[in-house]
């Protein structure tokens, strides 16, 4: 049986690119019988960008409610919160640490990016891919699903394991294989950038509709007239009506674009119903799941306990390979 685990950081609420770019593909993996999923919320990594406790745990409860409400079963697998089990990944980290080399950390693609980009450069940041490493390495994961702008932090993974192992002659830790999703396209947002909270141009698709009918609103579109003929293939309705709606319902909305006396708000209204459509069942479980905050709060503490004796395990054969 093939190990999988991911994680997603709860920065904020889930939208439509986390949703088709990481939930969905994520999920269908471990409904693969042959495989067993270790799904948790990083949520030791928002700490990184986000310092306010109650938005950290509105965040960690609506992480969790957009991966059950995608369709994700936590009792078969195994979901939890990365900070129930702080202390055991945070030595982990620790030791990890000890054999990364400062330019490897330091010319990280993210930590450089990242650096350039925000005013407070905290050592957590420059942390962050050893954190990671540990997530992974301390279960024994078999396969990483992620996405490609995490590539290079799986390979600082291995190449943590690599050092540790070489050290102790003996694979005490697991190399993992990065799944990387090729395949799944960068989904536009509402400005044709890539969609991201920190661009402000997400569509929130287990929002409540009224708010949803606003996102899709927003789409930028350009001023060409409701009479004139317009090109499908530069608009921001149309990228995201092709990821949601069928072969031939984009087909129509295409020919409506040539044709003219089809304006951006018909296209609009038409985008906004196959998602008010397709999440229909998904934002009502995640609306119930968000009410549900004990429940949640068990079926976490729940995934912890039964995520523990897997950390354990690997601690058990590290520590006295280091003397500890
Ligand atoms: P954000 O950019 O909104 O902060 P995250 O970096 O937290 O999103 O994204 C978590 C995961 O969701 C990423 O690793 C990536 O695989 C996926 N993802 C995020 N935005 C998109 C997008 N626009 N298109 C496709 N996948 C995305
Ligand atoms: N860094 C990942 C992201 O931003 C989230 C993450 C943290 C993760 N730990 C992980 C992903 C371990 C996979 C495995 O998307």
């Known amino acids: 049986m093939a190990r999988i685990l991911t994680g997603i950081q709860s920065s904020g609420e889930q939208h439509l690119g986390n949703v088709l770019g990481a939930l969905q593909p994520a999920i269908e993996l471990s409904r693969n019988s042959a495989n067993e999923s ?8 928002s700490l990184t960008s986000l310092k306010n406790a109650d938005e950290r745990r509105f965040n960690t409860r609506a ?6 409400a995608t369709g994700f079963d936590a009792e078969k697998n195994v979901f939890y919160r990365q900070s129930d089990l702080a202390g055991l990944v945070n030595e ?9 080399p400062y330019p490897m950390l330091a010319n990280a693609h993210s930590f450089k990016d990242k650096s350039d980009r925000l005013s407070e450069v905290n050592a957590g940041l420059f942390y962050y891919p050893v954190l990671m490493a540990a997530d992974i390495l301390l279960y024994d994961a078999d396969f990483v699903p992620v996405g490609k702008d995490q590539k290079q932090h799986l390979e600082i ?3 943590l394991a690599k050092a540790i ?5 003996e694979e005490i830790l697991k190399l993992p294989e990065p799944l990387i999703r090729e395949e799944v ?3 536009p947002g ?4 890539k969609m991201s909270k920190s661009y402000g141009n997400v569509i929130r698709v287990f929002d409540p509709v009224k708010s949803l009918k606003k996102q899709v609103m927003s789409i930028v579109t350009d001023s060409t007239a409701l009479e004139d003929p317009k090109d499908p293939d530069s608009c921001n309705v149309v990228k995201l009506y092709r990821l949601v709606a069928s072969a031939e319902e984009v087909l129509e909305m295409e020919e409506n674009y040539r044709k003219g006396g089809y304006g951006y708000g018909h296209a609009k209204k038409a985008l906004l119903e196959i998602l008010v459509d397709q999440f229909a069942e998904g934002r009502e479980n995640y609306a119930n799941w968000m009410e549900r905050t004990d429940d949640l709060e068990d079926i976490l503490k729940l995934g912890a306990e039964k995520a523990r004796p897997h950390a354990e395990l690997v601690l058990e054969r590290l520590r006295p390979k280091l003397g500890f």
């Open 38 to 45: 270790f799904f948790f919320i990083a949520d030791l990594h």
């Open 63 to 68: 992480a969790a409610a957009a991966w059950l």
């Open 92 to 100: 982990l980290t620790w030791y990890l640490g000890c054999f990364a």
């Open 157 to 159: 993974t291995r190449d």
């Open 165 to 169: 192992n070489h050290l102790c002659d």
């Open 185 to 187: 396209m960068t989904i």
């Open 190 to 193: 509402t400005d044709g950038r």
